[in-house]
């Protein structure tokens, strides 16, 4: 009887050791972006389009899915402000805004400068600006350019780094922050 409890107690050790490496192995896996929306019970988003003077404040994830009507609602605030044109956001890009955004502490709202953009004003930005990619993934509603009143391009951009998630450019001459859900890279 002894050595049945001893081999349940080594079992029952081995089984607690291989549960805590198991899930020490999923949070070395899980991005700093995945570990920051996961510590959120919902995510919303304050946002504010300076060139519309929309407003849209809205519950976009709850009980474990994306919420249509809000992803909806958040589209047509970002959509093309030349044009009109719309086209749905990547999710994962309102992630990484509401993530930045919670890391800053910061309470008002995200200005939007630039959100999707229709494959016509991309290509006279481009041919008007420097620094407009021709293969923008603002063209795929995968980007998006903000402003966080009361914190600096520096700041807000660091904040996004440290998320470690697609592209971040800081843009202070026009007080913007870049951010995308392409491929890890900053400027």
């Not at 700093?32 to 304050?46: F, G, T």
Request: hydrophobic share 40%.
């Amino acid at each position: 009887m002894n050595q049945d409890r001893t081999g349940d107690q080594t079992l029952s050790r081995r089984m607690f050791l291989g549960a805590g490496i198991g899930a020490a192995a999923t949070l070395a896996l899980t991005s700093p972006l995945e570990a920051a929306v996961r510590a959120m019970p919902e995510r919303a988003l304050n946002l504010y389009n300076i060139h519309t003077g929309e407003w849209v404040k809205t519950v976009y994830w709850a009980d474990g899915r994306y919420i249509a009507k809000s992803l909806s609602q958040i589209s047509r605030l970002l959509r093309d402000h030349r044009s009109g044109d719309t086209h749905p956001m990547d999710p994962r890009l309102l992630d990484l805004m509401a993530a930045t955004h919670r890391r800053l502490g910061a309470k008002g709202a995200i200005h939007i400068v630039s959100g999707y953009r229709s494959p016509t004003t991309n290509a006279m930005l481009a041919a008007a600006t420097d620094g407009v990619a021709q293969g923008s993934l603002h063209m795929s509603g995968k980007a998006v350019d903000i402003r966080i009143p009361g914190a600096t391009t520096r700041v807000v951009g660091r904040a996004a780094k440290s998320l470690k998630v697609g592209g971040v450019g800081t843009y202070p001459g026009s007080k913007f922050v870049h951010l995308d859900t392409g491929r890890v890279r900053f400027w």
